[in-house]
């Protein structure tokens, strides 16, 4: 499969939505499992083997979510995870 480039016009930094995440329910389907595994404290390896997909994909997913949501580490996202009512504390 050829690799995707984005143009320039098309990087999160020119995005309207790059300083503000949106809620939480507006997030891709695919991002939503894994976001919610991140949360709870799995690895990346379990995360991966859940979801059938790669570590590298796991990884790359996790660095999406705390880039789109402004947030710095996995403890800050499920700290926003508790507080959008995603898990349970």
Do not use: C, F
Not at 18 to 26: I, V
Not at 36 to 60: D, M, N, P, Q
């Amino acid at each position: 499969m050829p690799a995707v480039t984005a143009s320039p016009a098309m990087t999160m930094e020119n995005s309207p939505r790059a300083t503000s995440a949106p809620p939480a329910r507006h997030r891709p389907p695919r991002e939503i499992p894994a976001r919610k595994l991140v949360a709870e404290g799995h690895t990346t390896k379990e995360i991966a083997e859940l979801l059938y997909i790669s570590a590298k994909t796991v990884e790359s997913r996790r660095a999406n979510l705390l880039q789109k949501l402004g947030l710095r580490d996995r403890l800050e996202l499920t700290r926003y995870a508790i507080r959008e009512g995603l898990i349970e504390p």
